[in-house]
């Protein structure tokens, strides 16, 4: 999975607004502690307060407007949250 970059501009199937992405990686705490791939605000507007932000994953994505800022540190970051992910992944299907 390839992740964007903080800072990127997207829409969301079945939303209007556009969205900044301003988080990777985010637990949820309304739910059970689920992780989702992105926290978001609606943009132009930015964060308000928390009932503002916006949890969603990779695949609910519609459209790429904006990629934002990307070095080496986020690429090694993003790399070692793959392979996090993918070894937790492997864990819990061996667990069960």
């Known amino acids: 999975m390839n992740y964007l970059p903080l800072g990127s501009v997207i829409s969301l199937k079945n939303l209007d607004e556009k ?14 502690e689920k992780i989702y791939d992105y926290c978001g605000c609606v943009h132009p507007y930015g964060f308000i307060n928390n ?4 949890l969603f994953n990779n695949d609910q994505v519609d ?14 970051y993003y790399e070692d949250l793959v392979w996090l992910k993918s070894n937790k992944k492997e864990k819990d299907n061996n667990e069960k």
């Not at 009932?51 to 916006?54: C, V």
């Not at 459209?63 to 090694?76: A, I, M, N, P």
């Open 19 to 32: 969205i900044l992405i301003i988080g990777v990686n985010q637990v949820s705490l309304d739910e059970k």
């Open 51 to 54: 009932n503002s932000l916006l």
């Open 63 to 76: 459209k790429v407007y904006h990629t934002g800022y990307e070095d080496e540190d986020l690429k090694d």
